[in-house]
């Protein structure tokens, strides 16, 4: 006698990808990289922070995708939600997060050139 598995372990019905399965989460990444851009495109230059009428609207549009999200039980579609409330945090602080990823990557450089010469 087989045991039948549970609903909510059966394979999803109609073949859906992974993505269309995810939709509120997938909207809200798309958000979250969107606002990323705008950010990047409108700040004034690279240690400058961008202006917060934007990057604050931007935060709290995808704070709701991520509510819709949570709201309608998503299986799987965290990533996506964590990635887009990431990036639309990030917008915030664009100027500061670039500086310090600038030394950051600079030291590792250096620390490989030493690395290398020893």
Known sequence: MAL?????????????????????????????LLAFIIAAVTSNGIGSTPD??????????????CVAAIARKE?????????GLGLAVISIVLGWFLMVAIVIAATAI?????????
């Open 4 to 32: 039948d598995k549970p609903s909510h372990l059966q394979p999803e019905a109609g073949g859906s990808t992974w993505l269309s399965a995810r939709p509120a989460s997938a909207i809200t990444a798309a958000l979250g």
């Open 75 to 83: 299986r799987g579609g965290y990533p996506l939600w964590v990635a």
């Open 110 to 118: 250096l620390i490989l050139i030493i690395h290398g010469l020893m």
């Open 52 to 65: 917060y009428r934007i990057t604050v609207t931007a935060l709290v549009v995808v704070g709701m995708g």
